[in-house]
């Protein structure tokens, strides 16, 4: 069917006016990628002045791409929808009049009376809680290991599920909460955070669900609780392997009957948020070994959220760098071509947040502005990957595809033969 029969087709003509009255940007699409028609709102957000886009290719609009997205590195939802003639979802960067941005696409095939799928309506909406450019605030990043995890966001924020955010020490699981909550039917309420690291039972108990007057020595006066504080948005417990197993009941409670007790109180009191947590220990491993409740677990890993570590997202450090340096209010200090590779050849065990350190640092030595190799501090031994650090799935493929004596391999990871038993048992390869 050519563009021009599909433009024709009277289901099609009345779908091009009745999206015409959607809020959300929305084009039609023949099967070969043409755009043939699109609503107000997509002219009013993403058509670029002075640039024609009906009888263009969708993926020269939105990527710049001569070839489609699946021929250019991308997934392409045309494809999956064509081949599936199911919906398809999913979030890309996409050329706007205001630069890159992401964008969360869904593809819906239109299916003719002969069962045959003969174009798509693509609706798109652009993703606020992350930029695609250097940004002094929120979520930054462009790499496919970063886009798949705030596509995963996307997918999660608007429903009610619990969120677990796992990831190694200093990826942003705090930005990567935050950016749920904004995401979520809940924004215009509180986003509270507590950090679980180190807390006793008593002290956990006081913050999370707060005391009356007179319940213990030095309670002058009554305390609302984090649970209380947080009623109509969502609650973040950061590092929540670490709270104390005598505590994880009554958290269970919390979570699933919205309903405590103040410390000293009799009264019961009800809350109603959206739970997030993080952590960077092996829950499950905790639950194995009964130091962390596997009723606990369950319930607040109804959507696990895996964060890539910054060495997954190599081609983002640029941007990163550039987002901290407006961050921190440096102008005029930039980094050096060298300075960059001698950054992407690092192995951050310490991930973003030990990035920002090696920035601050390195910025109070580029007197003429530039960031060089040399104020950056990074060792030798540190520029080399070091498996070791990686997590355990990253080990145990090193240590499984290493062909070589146990010294040997004990020498390629950085570490004593002792410390590779230990971790090759911890793994279940000893």
């Not at 043939?36 to 020269?60: D, E, M, S, W």
């Not at 001569?66 to 979802?89: F, I, K, M, N």
């Not at 995890?149 to 009610?160: D, F, I, Y």
């Not at 979520?184 to 690291?197: A, I, L």
Request: with cysteine; charged share 25%.
């Amino acid at each position: 069917m050519t563009a021009q029969d599909l433009l024709q087709a009277p289901e099609v003509r009345a779908l091009i006016s009745y999206l015409d009255h959607e809020t959300a940007p929305m084009i039609v699409m023949n099967t070969d990628y043409q755009i043939l028609a699109a609503n107000t709102a997509y002219k009013r957000q993403f058509a670029i002045v002075g640039k024609p886009y009906l009888g263009h290719k969708c993926h020269a609009i939105s990527h710049q791409f001569p070839v489609p997205c699946d021929q250019a590195g991308e997934h392409c939802p045309l494809q999956s929808a064509l081949a599936t003639r199911a919906p398809e979802r999913v979030l890309h960067i996409h050329h706007t009049p205001r630069g890159p941005e992401h964008v969360d696409v869904e593809l819906r095939p239109i299916i003719d009376a002969g069962h045959r799928v003969i174009g798509f309506v693509e609706r798109l909406q652009t993703v606020r809680q992350a930029s695609a450019r250097a940004n002094r605030s929120g979520l930054v990043g462009q790499s496919a290991a970063f886009n798949r995890a705030l596509g995963e966001l996307q997918r999660v924020a608007p429903s009610a599920l619990p969120v677990l955010l796992l990831g190694e020490s200093g990826t942003g699981k705090e930005l990567f909460a935050r950016a749920l909550h904004e995401a979520s039917t809940r924004s215009g309420g509180p986003f509270v955070v507590m950090d679980c690291s180190g807390l006793s039972e008593t002290l956990f108990e006081s913050e999370v669900f707060g005391y009356e007057k007179g319940a213990f020595t030095g309670a002058l006066a009554r305390k609302a609780g984090l649970a209380e504080t947080a009623n109509g948005g969502t609650l973040f417990l950061d590092e929540i392997g670490d709270v104390p197993l005598s505590m994880q009941v009554k958290l269970l409670r919390l979570i699933e009957s919205g309903t405590y007790r103040r410390v000293g109180g009799v009264e019961t009191l009800r809350s109603d948020f959206r739970l997030v947590a993080a952590t960077h220990k092996p829950l499950e491993r905790m639950v194995d070994d009964g130091q962390f409740r596997q009723d606990l677990y369950y319930r607040i890993a109804a959507f696990p959220l895996r964060l890539p570590a910054l060495r997954e997202r190599q081609g983002d450090i640029g941007l990163l760098v550039e987002s901290l340096l407006q961050r921190s209010g440096a102008t005029g200090v930039r980094l050096a071509p060298d300075a960059l590779a001698a950054l992407e050849d690092y192995h951050w065990p310490g991930n973003i947040r030990e990035l920002r350190n090696v920035i601050e640092r390195a910025r109070l030595f580029a007197d003429d502005g530039d960031i060089k190799p040399v104020h950056l501090g990074l060792t030798d031994r540190a520029r080399v990957r070091a498996p070791a650090t990686l997590d355990d799935d990253g080990f145990a493929a090193f240590a499984q595809g290493f062909h070589g004596t146990r010294k040997a391999l004990a020498l390629a990871l950085g570490c004593s033969e002792r410390t590779l038993y230990r971790r090759l048992k911890q793994v279940g390869l000893a």
